[in-house]
């Protein structure tokens, strides 16, 4: 897949890397952007890794975009098929699916909605032949998923579940947006799944919330203090389906601070997850239990 | 040192040059709309050009000042009063301490940047005093002003009043705004017809228009080139697999109504973009009031950057008239 080179505006320069969603085109994104980043040249002033393609935003006073395309593509050349192996760490996120505050608001949103008899995880259950609620449960939280993406407002996640294609849940967005998203929504669009850090507008089916926040601007969560934004592209993330007493539990822990969320180191290899995926799956998973 | 706020106006921020160096996980620039009003102001005032100022939207708010002050306002013809007498705008004036800053209805623009000498003094967020009320980050407390708010100064320099900026130099859009824009990135998605009409038919600002982005409507709908949906974009032919969006990028859902993102940009998602308004215009979006009618016009890099040259031009013009 050749990647597509376009400027946006006179301090942007926006590369495709392939026009539909896979792992390999996110780890092109990934190991490009991760060469820019090292590559530290002057005038490059952000470096965005997004699901299939990335953008970097410069300073045409300081280097002249077209020496700064050729240099990109240089660099694209030069990393070749992208990266094949990546440390990272895996992160569970415990979710309360079906949970009152996103029913609430579903409730209020059905005029927007496909389906207006079903809530939204009755839908996507359907449209993707998922036996009921636990069904989609199961299929939901059974594998984890690459954070491929971080945007949209401040720390919000996209998310791509590592499963084979014809496996990967999908679903459209709303008709239209709804005006309101409880915060720590689990939603999902398209093949993305995402965590709503901030409360507001979204068009994403929602499934769920996570009692754990992922973005504190002041920084007075523990987990959060050294940095207000949880997530990076290339993080891994794992639900863990709970009931409403944990969830109650969760926010009293995170109040008081007693509350750190299970993550471990792990090491992904590309060429390991092809070969095979549950296998590979199961021993990231394994490493939140310490093994 | 402080003001204290008597009433808000409408949509007032706490603003400065912006906050870069996080638009990766999703933390947009903010900062000024209009970045030369900002530095004009700080300037009139004797503030570095950095200096955190208000960005008031539409309509000015009421503050009470509890020390003597060097103010100025700058963008939009906002006409300031102080203790109900008139004051020039785009030039430097005294408020004692114990007098109240109040406004008149605005008469042209959108966006009106009030300067006090020393700046508002609320802590550093990432780097920059700018306002993120999206995600309640920076500024006072996160989120637009509200009465009884008391804003910290700085220590002030005591510039002179009456400076003034020469109205030759003071940038506003004309009627229609003229939009430079360089077409790109999803451009492709639309036939050539679409592309053609798209630069021909006048838009007039939709309702929607605020520091995230701009809405645009009036103009004919978009066609598309028809295509199989690439996988995880989605069905309707206005989506891509989420990508990052450029500051100024348009983006036109389904085909229907242009979106210019500005600084405060959501800084990714599903929809295309057919270009970008180059980084010399922003400024001018920023003044733009709703209703008001604009054209989008097609321009090369050469001219994007030869436009970005002339305002920095403009901007040590000013520098050198004061």
Redesign the interface.
């Known amino acids: 897949m050749a990647s597509r080179y376009?400027?946006?505006?006179?301090?942007?320069i926006?590369v495709?890397c392939?026009?539909?969603?896979?792992l390999e085109a996110f780890f092109k994104s990934l190991s490009i952007t991760k060469a820019v980043r090292e590559a530290q040249i002057a005038g490059v002033?952000?470096?965005?890794?997004?699901?299939?393609?990335?953008?970097i935003?410069f300073d045409?006073?300081v280097i002249k975009?077209d020496d700064l395309l050729a240099e990109l593509k240089t660099i694209e050349a030069q990393t070749g098929a992208g990266m094949a192996h990546l440390s990272t760490r895996i992160i569970e996120i415990p979710v309360l699916y079906n949970d009152p505050w996103t029913h609430e608001t579903l409730m209020r949103f059905r005029d927007r909605h496909q389906a207006p008899d079903k809530t939204d995880i009755e839908y996507t259950a359907a449209i993707n032949h998922l036996d009921g609620v636990e069904g989609f449960v199961k299929a939901h939280s059974g594998a984890p998923w690459f954070v491929s993406?971080?945007?949209?407002?401040?720390?919000?996640p996209?998310l791509y579940q590592m499963v084979e294609?014809k496996r990967q849940i999908q679903s459209?967005?709303y008709l239209r947006p709804r005006t309101d998203t409880p915060k720590l929504t689990v939603g999902h669009?398209?093949?993305?799944g995402a965590i709503y850090?901030?409360r507001?507008a979204g068009g994403y089916q929602m499934f769920g919330i996570t009692p754990m926040p992922i973005?504190d601007?002041n920084q007075q969560i523990k987990y959060l203090r050294e940095f207000?934004?949880l997530?990076?592209?290339g993080d891994i993330v794992k639900w863990r389906p709970i009931e409403r007493a944990e969830y109650d539990q969760i926010v009293a822990d995170v109040e008081t601070g007693k509350f750190t969320p299970n993550m471990a180191k792990v090491d992904f290899s590309l060429d390991a997850f092809h070969a095979d995926i549950d296998a590979a799956n199961a021993k990231l998973t394994g490493a939140l239990h310490g093994h | 040192m402080a003001i204290k706020v008597v009433k808000p106006g409408l949509s007032t921020t706490v603003q400065d040059l912006g906050r870069p160096g996080y638009y990766h996980i999703g933390i947009p620039i903010s900062g000024a709309m209009d970045r030369l009003a900002l530095r004009a102001a700080n300037l009139l005032v004797g503030n570095p050009e950095n200096a955190a100022v208000l960005e008031a939207s539409f309509l000015g708010p009421e503050l009470e000042f509890t020390e003597d002050a060097t103010v100025a306002v700058t963008g939009a013809e906002l006409p300031a009063r102080v203790d109900g007498v008139e004051r020039a705008t785009w030039t430097s004036f005294a408020v004692k301490q114990g007098q109240t800053l109040s406004f008149a209805f605005l008469k042209a623009g959108a966006r009106a940047y009030i300067a006090i000498s020393g700046g508002i003094d609320v802590p550093l967020a990432l780097g920059s005093r700018s306002t993120y009320t999206l995600g309640a980050l920076g500024g006072f407390k996160g989120r637009k002003l509200e009465a009884g708010d008391e804003l910290p100064l700085g220590a002030g320099a005591g510039a002179p009043e009456g400076r003034t900026i020469p109205r030759a130099l003071r940038r506003g859009p004309g009627s229609p705004a003229v939009l430079r824009m360089m077409p790109g990135l999803y451009w492709h998605r639309i036939t050539e017809a679409a592309g053609k009409h798209f630069f021909t038919d006048t838009w007039k600002v939709a309702p929607e228009a605020d520091r995230i982005g701009y809405r645009f409507r009036g103009g004919k709908p978009l066609e598309f080139v028809p295509r199989e949906p690439p996988f995880g974009a989605g069905s309707d032919p206005s989506n891509i697999v989420d990508a990052c969006y450029p500051y100024g990028s348009v983006q036109v859902p389904s085909g229907a109504e242009p979106i210019v993102l500005h600084r405060d940009a959501v800084s990714g998602g599903g929809y295309f973009m057919i270009g970008t308004v180059i980084s010399a215009d922003l400024d001018l979006i920023g003044q733009l009031q709703p209703h008001a009618p604009a054209a989008f016009t097609a321009v090369t890099m050469e001219q994007a950057l030869a436009a970005r040259h002339e305002r920095q031009k403009r901007l040590a013009e000013i520098r050198a008239a004061l």
Do not use: W
């Open positions: 376009s400027y946006g505006g006179d301090e942007h926006f495709e392939d026009e539909e969603m896979s002033t952000e470096i965005c890794p997004a699901n299939a393609s990335f953008q935003k045409p006073d975009p993406m971080v945007g949209f407002v401040a720390g919000l996209f294609r459209p967005k669009g398209g093949c993305f850090s901030v507001g973005y601007p207000m934004c997530f990076n592209p």
